[in-house]
């Protein structure tokens, strides 16, 4: 009745932003990412008979905030007759700050709740269980660069490469949570930016481009429409009534960084999700160069990097 799980957080390239079914969480676009290896976070489950209430505890601290969205996420793996749980997360980086946190988070906790009760699922229903309970985390149960297909039912996932050895470097510029939830952010996209519905009816054409570059292995095609996406997707955000702004000023001089490294021939490029931490990816002879000049651009805390990693797995109990 116990299992222990670890997920890393992965980045998308053609960015997930917007819902087509809120109440399943369904996505209203298709997207594509990167899987991570070096964050993790590890997630133990065990249901106990004898509890009166789900418990959660974050990095050793009690967590009441994300405490529903757990206990939703176990019955939908274990049933709604499961009895409850004591559930334990650790993350080896900041959580809740545009790093995929919610990611990794339930991406293990399907993977540890679904071996604690005894379940079996395949990979892909795995998927549509972490993914009803945060859209991304969908992606973490798969390795390297991760396709998300967003049906009118439901959604696809698979693997479309793991043998692109790409890096990525995280600028963080700021360590507190975001402010506005990315699913809040999402909902006030949808209901009044005037660009949303050409967002979501371009998307796939962006899809097209990026897997045609990835299929290529064309780092300067994956690069183009990579920030054209994620532009694309703050624009969105940034007509949105009220308005909402992740970046900060650390976020742009970072973007100025990486412009100055595209100029003089470095292969990198940069993303930004819904947090002001700017992440560039790049072929591994530049990732010393890109994390250097990351790390002494104003405004930078400090430097994460990963290359790319394995979809979510159980481990075995220490
Ligand atoms: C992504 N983001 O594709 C996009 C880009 C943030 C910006 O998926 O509401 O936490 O839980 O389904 O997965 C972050 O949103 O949203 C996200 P919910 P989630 O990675």
């Known amino acids: 009745m116990r299992a222990t799980a670890q997920a890393q957080p992965n980045i998308a390239l ?15 676009v298709s997207s594509l990412s990167l899987t991570l290896d070096s964050l993790w976070t590890r997630m133990s489950v065990q249901f106990d008979a004898t509890l009166g209430a789900d418990q959660l505890e974050v990095n050793g601290e009690p967590a009441t905030g994300m ?11 274990a049933g709604s007759s499961r009895d409850f749980a004591t559930v334990r997360s650790d993350c080896n980086f900041p959580i809740a700050a545009g790093l995929a946190s919610s990611a990794s988070s339930f991406a293990a906790l399907v993977v540890a709740a679904s071996e604690a009760a005894g379940k079996s699922p395949d990979t892909l229903a795995l998927a549509r269980l972490a993914g009803a309970a945060s859209g991304s985390a969908a992606r973490s149960l798969y390795p390297g660069i991760v396709l998300l297909t967003a049906g009118s039912d439901d959604i696809v996932v698979q693997s479309i490469a793991d043998d692109w050895p790409l890096e990525l470097v995280v600028a ?10 990315s699913g809040e952010a999402m909902t006030r996209s949808a209901e009044s930016s005037p660009f949303y519905a050409t967002w979501v009816a371009r998307q796939d054409e962006d899809i097209r481009s990026a897997l045609d570059a990835v299929s290529r292995r064309d780092f300067l095609a994956l690069a183009a429409v990579s920030e054209h996406n994620c532009l694309k997707m703050h624009s ?23 412009r100055r490294l595209q100029s ?19 072929l591994p002879e530049a990732a ?24 979510a797995r159980r481990l075995q109990e220490t």
């Open 67 to 77: 405490l529903t969205r757990v206990s939703r996420c176990l019955d939908r793996v």
């Open 264 to 282: 003089d021939g470095l292969p990198v490029f940069f993303t930004i999700d819904a947090g002001p931490q700017l992440k560039a990816v790049c």
């Open 14 to 28: 053609i960015k997930y932003w917007g819902k087509r079914d809120a109440a399943r969480n369904l996505p209203a």
């Open 288 to 311: 010393p160069a890109v994390a250097s000049a990351l790390s002494e651009t104003p405004g930078v805390g400090r430097i994460l990097r990963s290359g790319l990693g394995a979809g």
């Open 172 to 181: 963080v510029t700021e360590e507190s949570a975001k402010p506005v939830s």
């Open 236 to 258: 969105v955000m940034w007509a949105s009534r009220p308005p909402i702004v992740y970046w900060n000023h650390a976020t742009l001089t970072c973007m100025q960084t990486v």
